[in-house]
Each structure stands twice: as C-alpha cells, then as structure tokens.
C-alpha cells in the first residue's frame, strides 16, 4: 500500500512534525553541501526516531552532486559520498536511495550515457544483495538522466535501476508525464508531489498539490496499474505558498491525497 510522506529533515523534532500531520513518511534530501560522513554517524539515532514516532524513511537521495570529472571519469569522492549516504539509508530501513548523473558539454550523448552506466553500475555494484533500490531522479539539477531518450539507454542497460518520478517536472518541459509514466511506471520506485501553474507558457507556482494542473487522479490510475505501492512525497516548493499559508497548503495536500490511497 502507497505511504503518504513529505519531504522533510531529521532531528528528532522533524518526526514529530511528521507524526503531528498524520503521515506516515518521510524523505530527506542530502544534498551535495551536507557532509556526507557526518550525516553517516546520526543515522542510528534517525533510525530510533523512526521507530519511536512511526514515520518510516521511505526514500533518501543526494541532488546536485557532480558526479563525473570533466574526462568522463568517476569523480571518486561523489562516490564515496554516495556509499556513505547509502550505508546510512541500510541502517535507517530506507528502501530507496535517489541519484542523477551531471552532462560533460565537450562529450557526445552516447558517451554522457556510458559515463552514467559506469556510476550507476558502481552503486547497483555496491548495494547488490542489499534492502535497499537505486533510483535516478527526473530533475534536471546536476543530471540529464530525466526522460524516455535518456531511459530508453540507460534503464534499459541497468534493469534493476529505477526512477524518482516527479510529473512537475516532465510539465515544466512541456512533456507529457501520463505518456512517461504509461511507458515506464513500472520502473518507478518513489514518487514527488509537487504541484504545477501555468500561465501563458510560463512557469508561475509550484503549487500544493490538488490546488494546480496535474491531473492526479490519472497519475495515481497509471501507478496502481503498474504495481506502485512506493511512497507518496510532499514537496513544499512554492515561492507564495510559504509561512502560516504554506502549512494550510500542506493540510491541503494531505487531505486532498488521502482518498487516493487505498
């Protein structure tokens, strides 16, 4: 069954944050400018958080990590990083751990994708035989792993990787998420809900979800005819929807989501 979650941080007070909205969820982003090995030696005392309040880590990534050097090399530390964030995930119980792979400007398409095979092959490498799945994100931020003609490549290369889906993202391109999602929902292993506005072309809101353009009721038809049962993840991103009003459109989205799950 589908986990409705947000995205959110990892001290003690973030989970009974988590618990006072009635999710059952959380997801941390561990981004490229928060050390790595620290964030390694609190996941004991995340996991104990965890069970203390009954909110599972559904999904843990690292955004905006550079990954491969200039001459299409495995930047060794982003690595390491990685594996560390990964050994904390292991110990938390979190079940997927979310990546993107950055594009060298001055090497062809087909030689960006080698470049990915051989990062993601090092991490499904090192979690093989592990309770934990790899996923790349479908942003753009540091990555160029986010759509069918880079999936059609690498996904099909790596069948056991998968995709943190976030439609927001797909529309803001100006591509079709329900096409994405019908041609590789079964590769999906977490899920963003972030809303989308927009006017005469142009990005206005990220929205709360239910209170923009995605059709959600669809998206949510697609994943349950393809087997999802992964995490559902608020993502607060409005520049309007902030304060006081940013905590209503989380009420919101909570409320509004709920009939979905089942």
């Known amino acids: 069954m589908m986990k409705l979650g947000i995205i959110g941080g990892w001290e003690e007070k973030d989970f009974e944050y988590v618990r006072s909205k009635g999710l059952e969820a959380v ?25 203390k309040y009954g909110v599972a ?13 200039g001459d299409g090399s495995i930047i060794e530390k982003s690595l390491h990083d990685d594996k560390t964030v990964i050994d904390a995930a292991l110990i938390i119980g979190c079940p997927v ?13 087909y030689e960006n994708c080698m470049n990915a095979i051989k990062y993601l092959s090092a991490l499904l490498d090192y979690i093989k035989g ?4 790899l996923a790349t994100y479908n942003c753009d931020w540091s990555n160029f792993v ?18 943190k889906y976030d439609a ?7 591509d079709d998420y329900m096409k994405e999602l019908r041609d590789w929902g079964s590769r999906v292993y977490h899920v963003h809900l ?14 709360p979800a239910g209170l923009d353009q995605i059709n ?18 608020i993502e607060p991103h409005s520049n309007y929807w902030t304060g006081d009003l940013g905590e209503r459109g989380i009420d919101f989205t909570i409320n509004y989501m709920r009939p979905f799950i089942f």
Not at 156 to 161: D, F, G, K, Q, S
């Open 27 to 51: 997801e941390f982003t561990v981004n490229h400018n928060i050390d790595a090995d620290e964030f390694r030696t609190k996941a004991e005392a995340i996991r104990s958080y965890s069970e």
């Open 57 to 69: 880590v559904g999904s843990m990534g690292r955004w905006g990590m550079d990954r491969i050097a």
């Open 97 to 109: 751990y979310n990546v993107g792979i950055n594009y060298i400007d001055s090497m062809t398409y």
């Open 130 to 133: 592990k309770d934990i799945k």
């Open 146 to 163: 986010y759509n069918d003609k880079a999936w059609s490549v690498i996904h099909t290369a790596l069948p056991e990787l998968g995709i």
């Open 168 to 174: 927001s993202h797909c529309a803001y391109r100006g």
């Open 194 to 207: 972030k809303g989308v506005v927009i006017i005469d072309g142009e990005r206005y809101d990220d929205a």
């Open 216 to 233: 959600w009721g669809a998206l949510l038809d697609v994943l349950y005819t393809k087997g999802y049962d992964g995490m559902l993840s």
